[in-house]
């Protein structure tokens, strides 16, 4: 007014227009501005994880939750509105996926619950496992390790208290199984086949005795003729250092049979013609073999030769003269695999 600006920071004043009435007179106006109250609203609200709102083609969200928007006009009385927005926003619900790994061997507690992935919350996880004090979960995946098989409860929570719970079961390892079979009774003398059953691919396994067998680096050795009872175990050991033992016993019978003809004709014929000790397996050598006549006279006698081969018998004579038939005694000393020397003797008809 006058060239006087009049405001809210100056609203009445007195200005004088000199000689601006009808008449010639100065003219007086006296200034008095009121003025309406700002129209200014607090837009606060709280929303769910990942809502949002439009303020004057603005959008708010978790990116751009607070700000100021000017509504032009937008009072009642034509003047401007203020919008003060203010938002919050609820943490999203905990969720995390988990999953279990057997121990490494049957009794051992080795397991582990893997805690693959955790969203929602604030981000700042703390795992519990079965009621134990909570730790930080770190990078994930996280890893609680050194346990039985059986089950569990996993409860993850965050700095603003939410918390997600699961349980599962850490499984039982596989079950090794190795199987060498009954125990075996076998005739001094022979052998016998091991085999052992098993679901085991191993790394490594170990006879123990090493003894007779035909081989120590494979599943199925064959026992060749031992001289003693034995007990074998077998340990397999699979990639992981998983074990597996079974044991089997072979026992020995000891026949000791022995077979020396009560007669025999030397005349030439090819059959039956020499006199010698017979035997099985078990037998491995004729130590003596010695025969008298009827009046205790030595007629013959030869000294470790294989059994079985006439080639070494006694062919009737007394240096190199054929004897007449009749009844002489033999005296024979056998070796046997285990050692062990027994004596046969008997009698026995030469016929002519």
Same mark, same amino acid.
């Given at each position: 007014?006058?060239?006087?600006?009049?405001?809210?920071?100056?609203?009445?004043?007195?200005?004088?227009?000199?000689?601006?009435?009808?008449?010639?007179?100065?003219?007086?106006?006296?200034?008095?501005?009121?003025?309406?109250?700002?129209?200014?609203?607090?837009?606060?609200?709280?929303?769910?994880?990942?809502?949002?709102?439009?303020?004057?083609?603005?959008?708010?969200?978790?990116?751009?939750?607070?700000?100021?928007?000017?509504?032009?006009?937008?009072?009642?009385?034509?003047?401007?509105?203020?919008?003060?927005?203010?938002?919050?926003?609820?943490?999203?619900?905990?969720?995390?996926?988990?999953?279990?790994?057997?121990?490494?061997?049957?009794?051992?507690?080795?397991?582990?619950?893997?805690?693959?992935?955790?969203?929602?919350?604030?981000?700042? @996880?703390?795992?519990?496992?079965?009621?134990?004090?909570?730790?930080?979960?770190?990078?994930?995946?996280?890893?609680?390790?050194?346990?039985?098989?059986?089950?569990?409860?996993?409860?993850?929570?965050?700095?603003?208290?939410?918390?997600?719970?699961?349980?599962?079961?850490?499984?039982?390892?596989?079950?090794?199984?190795?199987? =060498?079979?009954?125990?075996?009774?076998?005739?001094?003398?022979?052998?016998?086949?091991?085999?052992?059953?098993?679901?085991?691919?191993?790394?490594?396994?170990?006879?123990?005795?090493?003894?007779? =067998?035909?081989?120590?680096?494979?599943?199925?050795?064959?026992?060749?003729?031992?001289?003693?009872?034995?007990? @074998?175990?077998?340990?397999?050991?699979?990639?992981?250092?998983?074990?597996?033992?079974?044991?089997?016993?072979?026992?020995?019978?000891?026949?000791?049979?022995?077979?020396?003809?009560?007669?025999?004709?030397?005349?030439?014929?090819?059959?039956?013609?020499?006199?010698?000790?017979?035997?099985?397996?078990?037998?491995?050598?004729?130590?003596?073999?010695?025969?008298?006549?009827?009046?205790?006279?030595?007629?013959?006698?030869?000294?470790?030769?294989?059994?079985?081969?006439?080639?070494?018998?006694?062919?009737?004579?007394?240096?190199?003269?054929?004897?007449?038939?009749?009844?002489?005694?033999?005296?024979?000393?056998?070796?046997?695999?285990?050692?062990?020397?027994?004596?046969?003797?008997?009698?026995?008809?030469?016929?002519?």
């Amino acid at each position: 007014v006058n060239g006087t600006v009049y405001d809210e920071a100056n609203p009445a004043g007195t200005e004088v227009f000199p000689n601006s009435s009808a008449q010639g007179c100065d003219s007086i106006v006296n200034v008095s501005l009121s003025f309406y109250p700002e129209a200014v609203f607090e837009l606060v609200q709280t929303l769910g994880p990942g809502g949002s709102i439009v303020v004057n083609g603005t959008v708010y969200n978790e990116a751009n939750p607070a700000g100021t928007e000017v509504l032009v006009n937008a009072a009642a009385n034509g003047c401007d509105s203020t919008v003060l927005i203010s938002l919050s926003f609820e943490a999203a619900a905990l969720t995390l996926a988990a999953s279990a790994v057997p121990p490494t061997c049957a009794g051992e507690e080795d397991g582990q619950v893997i805690i693959e992935n955790i969203s929602g919350g604030d981000g700042n @996880y703390f795992i519990a496992l079965n009621g134990q004090p909570p730790f930080a979960a770190g990078a994930l995946p996280a890893i609680v390790d050194g346990l039985p098989p059986g089950s569990y409860r996993l409860e993850v929570t965050d700095g603003s208290g939410l918390a997600a719970v699961v349980t599962g079961t850490v499984p039982e390892a596989g079950a090794l199984f190795l199987d =060498l079979g009954d125990d075996v009774l076998i005739e001094l003398g022979s052998d016998v086949p091991l085999s052992a059953n098993t679901n085991i691919t191993p790394a490594s396994l170990l006879w123990e005795p090493a003894d007779f =067998l035909s081989c120590t680096d494979c599943l199925s050795p064959v026992v060749e003729q031992p001289t003693a009872g034995i007990r @074998y175990r077998l340990t397999l050991t699979d990639e992981n250092g998983c074990t597996a033992s079974d044991e089997v016993e072979i026992a020995l019978t000891k026949i000791r049979d022995i077979f020396i003809p009560n007669a025999f004709s030397p005349n030439g014929d090819s059959r039956n013609d020499r006199l010698t000790a017979f035997a099985g397996a078990d037998a491995v050598l004729i130590r003596s073999f010695r025969i008298f006549d009827r009046w205790g006279g030595a007629v013959f006698e030869q000294s470790g030769f294989p059994p079985n081969d006439p080639a070494w018998g006694w062919d009737g004579t007394r240096q190199g003269e054929p004897l007449n038939a009749g009844v002489f005694v033999y005296f024979a000393e056998v070796e046997f695999l285990d050692g062990t020397a027994r004596l046969f003797k008997g009698e026995v008809l030469l016929m002519r």
